[in-house]
């Protein structure tokens, strides 16, 4: 088998080296010619792993047509990137499509999969879940969920992209895959703003269950499964990146809680969803006030008047 995976950013890079260390094939492609050449010279990613070797079967290239010619094609590339990158290719039909970004794309309110399926006549699937691209290339275990809506297609790709180290697990909802792991990024800068303005770990847990249940509410709403948000590419990605400084939308909200300025070349896909999200949360009247708070502190509210507007809404049953 070959893989193809689009995108040489950490987790790109960090999957690629766990596939290829099956020996299985794998392209992995950049844009960048130089950067590529480079890493097939030091046989590894020196911006963003540098520390993780490169098994013999990864090849780098920024030849696009090499990675095309693989069996699977992992789209590794940021979730507001992705329309431009899709309408760019020229592919296959037969060819699977894996979304391996997480988020809403801001001006039209589609995950990944929906996004893929608007473009693309391709099998269309998501691979997410709590994972940290420096963990997956140290041979760390973790376990994902691939989210296809044709089991047979599904099912071969959960065999295919599981690694000795990455337990793959399948479902077919995607939409509850796709918006699980969108929303988990706003809700981990909420809980990153917390803990960095000092409101401690007790915050953190009220803002990380309170917006698991907004997740659960939008899910609900866009007819997503209940068991799908209850998993690992809902509450086990929501776990992860709302108490790791590994995660960047942690370490937004921690920036904001400490009223500091955050790298503008650092990609943070929850700053992107959460517009999104509070956009479509109006349109169809679904209660996310965490949500819209995270709006409000990347507009630049100060974060304690945010959260006394929170914490001083009318009182309800859980």
Sequence with gaps: MSVGILGAGAFGTALAISIASGRTTVQLWGRSADDMAEQAR????????????????????????????????????????????????????????????KGIELATGLGPVRLISSLK??????????????????GLPTALTLACADPLVGTALQHKLSTANIRVYYISDTLGAELGGALKNVMAIACGAAIGAGLGDSARAALLTRGFAEMQRMAHHMGARAETLAGLSGLGDLALTCTSELSRNFRLGLTLGRGESFDKGVTVE???????????????????????????????????????DLLSRPLKEE
């Design 42 to 101: 030091q046989r590894r990613n020196p911006r963003y792993l540098p520390d993780a070797a490169y098994p013999d079967t990864l090849h780098p290239t920024a030849d696009l047509a090499e990675a095309l010619g693989c069996e699977v094609l992992l789209l590794a590339v940021p979730m507001q990137r992705l329309r431009d990158v899709l309408r760019g290719l020229d592919l296959p039909p037969h060819l699977p499509l894996v979304a391996c970004c």
């Design 121 to 138: 006549p391709n099998p269309a699937a998501i691979l997410t879940g709590p994972s940290f691209a420096q963990d997956i290339a140290k």
């Design 270 to 308: 929850g700053a992107a969803t959460a517009r999104a999200t509070l956009d479509q949360a109006k349109t169809h009247g679904i209660d996310m006030p965490i949500t819209q708070t995270v709006v409000r502190l990347l507009d630049g509210t100060d974060l304690h008047k945010a959260m006394d």
